[in-house]
């Protein structure tokens, strides 16, 4: 699904088939979790492929290489051309594209100086689907900040999210709401999440978790859209009254959800604000004008 025998990738300064790449199986990654990635998405747009927010996504890379004390050896200009250049070797235009950067052989729970750095893209069609989603509040915590960098994209993260995810699928449900290490609403496994309540918007503050690229694109949108969006704590119960919901992340874009814990939202999806939200949202990743949608 992610490559075939045309797959061309980045591999450490050099691009390789993806069929015939290889990796040792003593890496510090592997073995600990230590490494960091993006999931970045590339539009076909009326001026050709566009990467979406791309030196955002750069930028976040090296801030999480730097909160590994990885060194990262290409700069985010370099990391963006790199990427372009990965499309036009698979021709693609509407992409999902996966840096990683991934540490060599050390099995000490030390910095290791051996990097590699690895650029791939696929077709992927929107993760979470575009069903509405029932979503099942988590036994998991998201992790705390005082044992992370909760900002930083790191590949062992996300053990907690595939348990999150794992249960609430095992339990009938389509995804997990994680709270924070006080109760509060945290995000998604792999997505923020908002929530509508008499025509405002809730989301909650940078800190407990991932500082969404697609959440600040979100924020933007509601600025220019004159739609009143807060950051601010609250919890499963405040959103059991909500009106509607959605997930943001660059994989899911706008995901609407149907039901918290079975308690469904008062609003159809298509009158809520995440619904315009996800329109506005379609024609600024693929640069059309959105003065098509009017605001309720
Ligand atoms: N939270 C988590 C835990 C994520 O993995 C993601 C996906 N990167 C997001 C939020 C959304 O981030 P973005 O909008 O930058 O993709």
Redesign the pocket.
Same mark, same amino acid.
């Given at each position: 699904m992610y490559f075939n025998n045309q797959t061309t990738i980045f591999l450490d300064g050099k691009w390789t088939k993806a069929a015939e790449a290889t990796t040792d199986l003593y890496t510090q990654s592997l073995h600990y979790g230590s490494g960091v990635f993006? *999931?970045?998405r590339a539009y076909k747009t009326e001026d050709g492929a566009k990467i979406f927010?791309a030196k955002?996504?750069f930028e976040?890379l090296h801030y999480s290489a730097r909160k590994m004390h990885i060194n990262l050896p290409y700069s985010v200009e370099e990391l963006e051309k790199l990427s372009y250049e990965l499309l036009v070797h698979n021709q693609l235009e509407d992409a999902y594209l996966r840096p990683l950067v991934y540490l060599g052989q050390n099995m000490a729970l030390q910095p290791t100086e051996e990097v590699h750095v690895m650029l791939c893209a696929w077709s992927w069609d929107r993760y979470l689907g575009d069903q509405l989603l029932r979503v099942k509040t988590s036994s998991f915590q998201?992790p705390n900040p005082k044992s992370c960098f909760?900002e930083a994209?790191v590949t062992g993260?996300?053990t907690n999210?595939i348990l999150a995810t794992t249960e609430a699928k095992q339990k009938g449900y389509d995804e997990a709401l @994680?709270l924070d290490m006080n109760g509060f609403v945290a995000? *998604?496994?792999?997505?923020?999440f908002f929530y509508e309540k008499d025509d405002v918007l809730y989301t909650a503050p940078l800190g407990n978790? @991932?500082? *969404?690229?697609?959440?600040?694109?979100i924020l933007e949108l509601c600025n220019e859209l004159g739609v009143e969006c807060r950051e601010k704590f609250f919890t499963a119960e405040d959103v059991y009254n909500a009106d509607s919901a959605f997930?943001? *992340?660059?994989?899911?874009e706008v995901a609407g959800i149907a039901s918290l814990d079975d308690h469904t939202f008062n609003l159809k999806w298509e009158d809520s604000l995440g619904y315009q939200l996800s329109l506005a949202y379609q024609n600024r990743v693929r640069k059309k004008e959105y003065k098509l949608f009017e605001l309720v």
């Open positions: 993006e *999931g970045i927010k955002e996504h976040r998201r909760v994209k993260h996300y999210s @994680l995000e *998604g496994p792999g997505a923020n978790i @991932l500082a *969404g690229i697609t959440r600040q694109t997930f943001t *992340g660059t994989a899911a």
